[in-house]
């Protein structure tokens, strides 16, 4: 049987690199998702781009408070700036943010993700997983009550799995990432009725010389059916994983990439074709 999964390229409106690579990736159907920085001043540059291939992929939000300045920086009582993971953490972790200034900045990603697209994102998750952090997470659910109608709320990103066996050991920075809140945002979502992907894959250190073909191929075996694998293509980009992300789309835009979904029997789909019938 053929096994469906989303596999998803985050980052979209970063920068130039990484957005071009991922609209080409779009188009080749090399992955079936995308996920969106409204936060970015390219998006209103990038995101009309997207437009035609919103019938093809999905095209979601990826939340975002520790790369570019928060959209309410201006106002009273918003966000004044990106803070860095770790200042993230302590901040979500000591309960010092009011949640409130938490749900206009997310509110605010929401409606200019909407300006620029003109329809509601496909699915919602967050640059380094900021969304399942205390706070932050019950933010993101007020605001998504607020700005979706009645049975339109979108997936979100749940990350409920980690590859302690890859082949590359992480950063203990990086796992604590990857694992901080999940359980709690897993009981939160459930208990209020959202929906979530079922499985979630792409976690790996972007250090040394990875080998991209073999941990991809990992991740094909190892999620559900049902589930999505991250990934961080980009072609010239300029960011700190600049060599990963053009090691990433040399792969996904390869015939061994085809291949490899072959032969393993897996289609790349869309959230709503991953839900039985």
Known sequence: MTKKITVCADDF??????????????????????SCMSTSPLWPVWGPRLKTLATTADI???LDLT??????????????????????????????????????????????FYDVMGFTPHFIDGHQHIHQFPRIRDALLTACKNHFKNNTMPPIRLVNGYPFFSPLRDSALKILIHTLGRNAFKRTLDKAGFCYYNDFKGIYMFKGEPNTACLFQQFIQQISPGGIIMCH?????????????????????????????????????????LIPS
């Open 67 to 112: 790369e570019f300045t928060p959209l309410s920086a201006g106002l009273n009582d918003g966000l004044h700036k990106a803070l860095s993971i770790g200042q993230l953490i302590i901040k979500a972790y000591s309960l010092q943010w009011p949640v409130a200034a938490l749900v206009r900045e997310f509110a605010l990603q929401l409606e200019h």
């Open 13 to 34: 409106a970063l920068n130039e690199g990484v957005s071009t690579a991922i609209i080409e990736l779009l188009h080749n159907r090399a992955i079936s998702a995308t």
């Open 60 to 62: 979601g939000l990826h």
């Open 233 to 273: 293509p980009g072609h010239h980009s300029t960011d700190s994983i600049a060599r990963i992300r053009e090691q990433e789309y040399v792969f996904l835009n390869s015939a061994a990439w085809k291949s490899l979904l072959h032969t393993e029997k897996v289609a790349l789909c869309r959230y709503q074709q």
